[in-house]
């Protein structure tokens, strides 16, 4: 597949002050339901007019309709019974109103179990946390369609448990709980493969991952190079484009991308959005063609590191930062592959 969309979005934005007290009046009983949709609805049609004026290619809601990158989880899961939509309303008001082609993120199937499974609850009918985890893709593989049919051009999962791989910390905090390291990365592997495996979409609809390594009020959690999940997870995964952080030394260098099979899409998360400074342009053109070594220009893509705020909170930075951060995105893909 053709990479497409060289100047990426990775998903959430900044909310507004309107969208913010929205919410808290939502939760103390001073808003309802319906009030709140008209601020959401009036603050998506700002933001997106926002993206188009900074010359991204793929256009977000800014997941403005939820307090957190997960969505609402509770009121779509009755124990591991679907109950509703985890991402309602978002794809068919995009399709609707944002300038060009767009994207819905939903979490992968590991966060959804992270987050579900309960000791001494969930055990009695999932021995593991990774037990569960097929159910859960089944459930998500629903949503992934369902968005799809709904018009969403690109279908982004996002994937913050990966870091539990790479991360020397983590990686021993999972072994001295008698956790397999091996066989729990091949368990979200093949988890997440199962939420689009099967898809009916056109040849136009792409989907990604994005291997989250932290993202709240400017905090990080997770630090190392890809290569002890590099060669099995870029081998194994079945999406288009994989959407890396590379914005800071803690992520490691460009050598796992020799990893990444041929045809492959690698969304270089160069810029940061967790601090307002902007990086200097001739360094992220240096980075993108240091990253060339391992994978061609035509299969590489430019975007921030992360979202700008995965929980409504946000991250430390002003919505003007936020902006030049989006337009710093699309001039260096303009110069690059013009």
């Given at each position: 597949?053709?990479?497409?969309f060289?100047?990426?979005?990775?998903?959430?934005?900044?909310?507004?002050?309107?969208?913010?007290?929205?919410?808290?009046?939502?939760?103390?009983?001073?808003?309802?339901?319906k009030?709140?949709?008209?601020?959401?609805?009036?603050?998506?049609?700002?933001?997106?007019?926002?993206?188009?004026?900074?010359?991204v290619?793929?256009?977000?809601?800014?997941?403005?309709?939820?307090?957190?990158f997960?969505?609402?989880?509770t009121?779509?899961?009755?124990?591991?019974?679907?109950?509703?939509?985890?991402?309602?309303?978002?794809?068919?008001?995009?399709k609707?109103?944002?300038?060009?082609?767009?994207?819905?993120?939903?979490?992968?199937?590991?966060?959804?179990?992270?987050?579900?499974?309960r000791?001494?609850?969930?055990?009695?009918?999932?021995?593991?946390?990774?037990?569960?985890?097929?159910?859960?893709?089944?459930?998500?593989?629903?949503?992934?369609?369902?968005?799809?049919d709904?018009?969403?051009s690109?279908?982004?999962?996002d994937?913050?448990?990966?870091?539990?791989?790479?991360?020397?910390?983590?990686?021993?905090?999972?072994?001295?709980?008698?956790?397999?390291?091996?066989?729990?990365?091949?368990?979200?592997?093949?988890?997440?493969?199962?939420?689009?495996?099967?898809?009916?979409?056109?040849?136009?609809?792409?989907?990604?991952?994005?291997?989250?390594?932290?993202?709240?009020?400017s905090?990080?959690?997770?630090?190392?190079?890809?290569?002890?999940?590099?060669?099995?997870?870029f081998?194994?995964?079945k999406?288009?484009?994989y959407?890396?952080?590379?914005?800071?030394?803690?992520?490691?260098?460009?050598e796992?991308?020799?990893?990444?099979?041929?045809?492959?899409?690698?969304?270089?998360?160069?810029?940061?959005?967790?601090e307002?400074?902007?990086?200097?342009?001739?360094?992220l053109?240096?980075?993108?063609e240091?990253?060339?070594?391992y994978?061609?220009?035509?299969?590489?893509?430019?975007?921030?590191?992360c979202?700008?705020?995965s929980?409504?909170?946000?991250?430390?930075?002003?919505?003007?930062?936020?902006k030049?951060?989006?337009?710093?995105?699309?001039?260096?893909?303009?110069?690059?592959?013009?």
């Open positions: 597949m053709a990479t497409k060289r100047a990426d979005n990775i998903g959430s934005l900044l909310r507004p002050a309107e969208l913010l007290e929205a919410r808290a009046a939502l939760r103390e009983g001073r808003m309802d339901d009030q709140v949709r008209e601020i959401e609805d009036r603050s998506i049609l700002k933001v997106l007019e926002m993206q188009k004026a900074a010359g290619e793929i256009f977000t809601d800014g997941e403005y309709r939820r307090d957190i997960t969505a609402d989880i009121k779509a899961m009755d124990g591991l019974t679907k109950k509703g939509r985890f991402t309602p309303n978002e794809a068919p008001f995009l609707q109103h944002a300038p060009g082609p767009f994207k819905v993120c939903t979490p992968a199937a590991m966060q959804h179990a992270i987050m579900r499974y000791p001494g609850v969930t055990d009695k009918f999932y021995p593991r946390m990774h037990d569960m985890l097929q159910d859960v893709a089944a459930i998500m593989r629903e949503e992934v369609q369902a968005l799809i709904e018009g969403a690109y279908v982004q999962l994937a913050p448990s990966y870091s539990n791989f790479f991360d020397q910390t983590r990686r021993e905090v999972l072994k001295q709980s008698g956790i397999n390291l091996d066989q729990a990365l091949d368990a979200a592997i093949a988890a997440d493969n199962a939420m689009i495996d099967g898809i009916k979409r056109n040849s136009d609809v792409v989907t990604g991952i994005h291997f989250c390594r932290g993202n709240k009020r905090a990080w959690g997770a630090e190392g190079s890809y290569e002890p999940i590099a060669e099995k997870a081998g194994s995964l999406m288009d484009r959407l890396l952080e590379f914005d800071s030394d803690r992520a490691g260098g460009f796992p991308l020799c990893f990444v099979p041929k045809g492959k899409t690698v969304v270089l998360g160069l810029i940061t959005t967790k307002p400074a902007l990086e200097s342009e001739d360094e053109l240096r980075r993108v240091q990253a060339q070594k994978v061609p220009a035509e299969n590489l893509a430019v975007s921030t590191q979202g700008f705020a929980a409504a909170s946000g991250n430390l930075i002003s919505w003007d930062d936020m030049r951060k989006l337009e710093l995105v699309a001039k260096i893909a303009r110069r690059v592959w013009g």
